[in-house]
C-alpha cells in the first residue's frame, strides 16, 4: 500500500489557467517535497514544506507557484497561470521512518 | 555543490547480459545514496539504497557499493529481465529529511 497518493494521475489544461495538484498521505506526515521532471530530463526540486511553512524552495518555485495543506490532510501545489514549459510530471514526496516515499505523480500537459 | 552525475542512456541489453549503470557525486557533507526506478506510466520506486561509506545497497537482484574513495555508487545485475526495462535514477541526500539532487536518469531496455 503506497505512503502516498496524488491525483490526478493525469491533467490536461489550457496555457494561463490554474491548475491544483494533491497529494494525499496515509499517516499523518508532517514534512514534504514537490519536485517535477519535464520529459526527458532530470528530477528537479520544487519545496519542502514542513509543519504548514515553506522551509526551502529552488529559483524554479517562482510566484506562480504555491503550496498548501488546506485541510491537515491534503497537501496542494497550485499553478497560477500556466505556461507550455510547466508541462511535466509532478512528484510528491515524504520522508517516513528514515526513507522517502514518492507518490506516482501527476502527469501535467499544459496545451 | 552537491550533485549526481550519471551515465547517460539509453542502454540496450538482452536478457541475462549483465548491467553496470554508472554513478559519481559531489557532496560536501556525508550523503547517502539511492537507486530510484520509474517503470513505464508509474512514479520513483526506491530501488535500494547507502547510507555511509563501503556499506551496499542490495534488491531484487541489483546492487550498489557506497565507494567514497572514488564518489561513486554505481547500480549492477548480473542478469537483467525483460521487467527490468526501466528509466533508473541515482540521487543522494545529505541529511534524512532535506531535499534529494538526482541524477539524469539513464533508460533501460531489455529485449527478449
Known amino acids: 500500500e503506497p505512503e502516498v497518493t496524488q491525483t490526478p494521475s493525469h491533467q490536461v489544461t489550457q496555457m494561463g489557467q490554474e491548475v491544483i495538484l494533491r497529494c494525499v498521505p496515509i499517516?499523518?506526515?508532517?514534512?514534504f517535497y514537490w519536485y517535477r521532471q519535464i520529459l526527458g530530463q532530470k528530477v528537479e526540486f520544487l519545496v519542502s514544506?514542513?509543519?504548514?511553512?515553506?522551509?526551502?524552495k529552488s529559483e524554479i518555485f517562482d510566484d506562480q507557484f504555491s503550496v498548501e495543506r488546506p485541510d491537515g490532510s491534503n497537501f496542494t501545489l497550485k499553478i497560477r497561470s500556466t505556461k507550455l514549459e510547466d508541462s511535466a510530471m509532478y512528484f510528491c514526496?515524504?520522508?517516513?521512518?528514515?526513507?522517502?516515499?514518492f507518490g506516482s505523480g501527476t502527469r501535467l500537459t499544459v496545451v | 555543490g552537491d550533485s549526481v552525475t550519471q551515465m547517460e542512456g539509453p542502454v540496450t541489453l538482452s536478457e541475462e547480459a549483465f548491467l553496470t549503470i554508472n554513478c559519481t557525486y559531489t557532496?560536501?557533507?556525508?550523503?547517502?545514496l539511492f537507486w530510484y526506478v520509474q517503470y513505464p506510466g508509474e512514479g520513483l520506486q526506491l530501488l535500494l539504497k547507502?547510507?555511509?561509506?563501503?556499506d551496499k545497497g542490495s534488491n531484487k537482484g541489483f546492487e550498489a557499493t557506497y565507494r567514497k574513495e572514488t564518489t561513486s555508487f554505481h547500480l549492477e545485475k548480473g542478469s537483467v529481465q525483460v521487467s527490468d526495462s526501466a528509466v533508473y535514477f541515482c540521487?543522494?541526500?545529505?541529511?534524512?529529511?532535506?531535499?534529494?539532487?538526482f541524477g539524469t536518469g539513464t533508460s533501460l531496455t531489455v529485449i527478449p
Open positions: 514526496a515524504s520522508p517516513v521512518r528514515g526513507l522517502v516515499n
Open positions: 499517516s499523518n506526515h508532517l514534512y
Open positions: 514544506f514542513y509543519n504548514n511553512e515553506i522551509s526551502e
Open positions: 557532496a560536501t557533507g556525508y550523503p547517502s
Open positions: 547507502a547510507t555511509k561509506a563501503d
Open positions: 540521487a543522494l541526500s545529505i541529511d534524512t529529511g532535506n531535499q534529494f539532487y
